[in-house]
């Protein structure tokens, strides 16, 4: 049997990573700023995290959500009292994908209606509605195409006021969106998404999937807002590798059996996971770090000439440079041994490294990335 083809992937192998760090087959050493899509948060095998993941292992490693897992508890506990959301509730599942499908299922449960409002250049996942969400037809299959969604202009509130009536269940945005290129909502346009949704009784839905867990220099990208949005999803660095995701949700929402489900959600490992993620976060000041590294490495990317834009906070960053990206990420890789990601804008490159980057590895990624667009 053969692997489905549907990856282009370049000819390495990482085999083992530290930090900010990873190593292929051969032994060659690279600087990660993408981290497997922001996944990776608090660094690739921190200790902490890979004693508390390998100790929970050696005990439980799974059971379902019919007997009750008090790490669950303690993770709720942990995400709510970090991310000042300790008033809200928590569903886990697996993934953001199926965070952001759950978000929009639970905002028609509770309005009782069908219709969703999204916006152009979102990605919100893969699973069936969170696609029909997400702005790209080249992976919108027609059964994906149920018409219960709209999509509008990002940051043009006069668009969301003439489609938003009583058939709208909610309202989704990404914190920051980072697929299409790390582009971000206006505070005005937030909290007048959240004032339209209040008035016509839908929910807001912030899909931090991406741009949460620190990565922007605040917990959640929306709190540099100063939004309360009815509904948050998470996923990615929430596990710092482990298949985890969340949705977070307002006390005003009411659940009952049979409203949500899953079979993985909450396991035992991915608790665990969850667990020392947060603890590194907290004890090592990642969050203060990414606001600060991501400064930095604006400001440094800011004095290159060559470089049309630089988009983002804290340390998810898009640079968008006059040439197509796609050669300088792939010597940036071979040559320079350094990981950067892609976006939907040709000429960006994404920047989405661990959130324990430090000034001395932002001086040799801009170095690098400035002797190659001088070349």
Same mark, same amino acid.
């Given at each position: 049997?053969e692997?489905f083809?549907?990856?282009?992937?370049?000819?390495?192998?990482?085999?083992k990573?530290?930090?900010?760090?990873?190593?292929?087959?051969?032994?060659?050493?690279?600087?990660?700023?993408?981290?497997g899509?922001?996944?990776?948060s608090?660094?690739?095998?921190?200790?902490?995290?890979?004693?508390?993941?390998?100790e929970?292992?050696s005990?439980?490693?799974?059971?379902?959500?019919?007997?009750?897992?008090?790490?669950?508890?303690?993770?709720?506990?942990?995400?709510?009292?970090?991310?000042g959301?300790?008033?809200?509730?928590?569903?886990?599942?697996?993934s953001?994908?199926e965070?952001?499908?759950?978000?929009?299922?639970?905002?028609?449960?509770?309005?009782?209606?069908k219709?969703?409002?999204?916006?152009?250049?979102?990605f919100?996942?893969r699973?069936?509605?969170?696609?029909?969400?997400t702005?790209?037809?080249?992976?919108?299959?027609?059964v994906?195409?149920?018409g219960?969604?709209?999509?509008?202009?990002?940051?043009?509130?006069?668009?969301?006021?003439?489609?938003l009536?009583?058939?709208v269940?909610g309202?989704?945005?990404?914190?920051?969106?980072?697929?299409?290129?790390?582009?971000?909502?206006?505070?005005?346009?937030?909290?007048? #998404?959240k004032? @339209?949704?209040?008035?016509?009784?839908?929910? $807001? &839905?912030?899909?931090?999937v +991406?741009? !949460?867990?620190?990565?922007?220099g605040?917990?959640?990208?929306?709190?540099?807002?100063?939004?309360?949005?009815?509904?948050?999803?998470?996923?990615?660095?929430?596990?710092n590798?482990?298949?985890i995701?969340?949705?977070l949700?307002?006390?005003?929402?009411?659940a009952?059996?049979?409203?949500?489900?899953?079979?993985?959600?909450?396991?035992?490992?991915?608790?665990?996971?969850g #667990?020392?993620? @947060?603890e590194?976060?907290e004890?090592?000041? $990642? &969050?203060?770090?990414?606001? +600060?590294t !991501?400064?930095?490495?604006?400001?440094?990317?800011n004095?290159?000439?060559?470089v049309?834009?630089?988009?983002?906070?804290?340390?998810?960053?898009?640079?968008?440079?006059?040439?197509p990206?796609?050669?300088?990420r792939?010597?940036?890789?071979f040559?320079?041994?350094?990981?950067?990601?892609?976006?939907?804008n040709p000429?960006?490159?994404?920047?989405l490294p661990?959130l324990c #980057?430090?000034?001395?590895?932002?001086?040799?990624?801009?170095?690098? &990335?400035?002797?190659?667009?001088?070349?």
């Open positions: 049997m692997l083809d549907v990856y282009p992937r370049y000819d390495i192998e990482p085999i990573g530290e930090g900010c760090y990873v190593w292929d087959t051969t032994g060659t050493k690279y600087l990660d700023l993408y981290c899509h922001a996944v990776v608090v660094g690739h095998s921190h200790p902490h995290y890979v004693s508390k993941v390998a929970q292992l005990k439980l490693g799974f059971y379902s959500n019919s007997v009750r897992i008090s790490m669950q508890e303690e993770l709720a506990d942990k995400l709510g009292e970090l991310s959301y300790s008033s809200y509730n928590l569903f886990l599942c697996n953001g994908a965070a952001t499908e759950n978000a929009m299922k639970l905002a028609s449960f509770h309005t009782g209606r219709k969703i409002i999204a916006f152009d250049k979102g919100h996942g699973t069936s509605l969170a696609l029909e969400a702005d790209n037809p080249k992976i919108l299959a027609k994906n195409q149920n219960n969604v709209k999509r509008l202009p990002l940051n043009d509130l006069k668009s969301v006021e003439k489609e009536d009583e058939t269940a309202v989704i945005v990404e914190g920051i969106q980072g697929i299409a290129g790390v582009y971000e909502p206006t505070s005005e346009f937030l909290n007048g #998404l004032k @339209l949704c209040e008035s016509n009784g839908s929910l $807001l &839905i912030v899909d931090e +991406q741009s !949460g867990y620190g990565r922007s605040k917990f959640f990208a929306h709190q540099h807002y100063g939004v309360t949005p009815d509904i948050i999803t998470t996923g990615k660095g929430m596990g590798g482990f298949p995701g969340g949705v949700i307002s006390p005003e929402i009411k009952w059996f049979g409203m949500l489900g899953t079979t993985f959600g909450g396991n035992h490992l991915a608790c665990a996971a #667990l020392a993620t @947060l590194v976060l004890k090592e000041n $990642l &969050i203060d770090n990414a606001k +600060q !991501g400064e930095y490495l604006i400001s440094s990317l004095e290159i000439e060559e049309v834009e630089v988009r983002g906070k804290g340390l998810m960053i898009g640079v968008e440079l006059e040439i990206s796609k050669e300088v792939r010597q940036l890789l040559e320079h041994h350094i990981f950067t990601g892609s976006s939907d000429n960006t490159v994404r920047l661990p #980057l430090s000034n001395n590895q932002v001086d040799q990624a801009v170095g690098a &990335i400035n002797k190659l667009i001088k070349s």
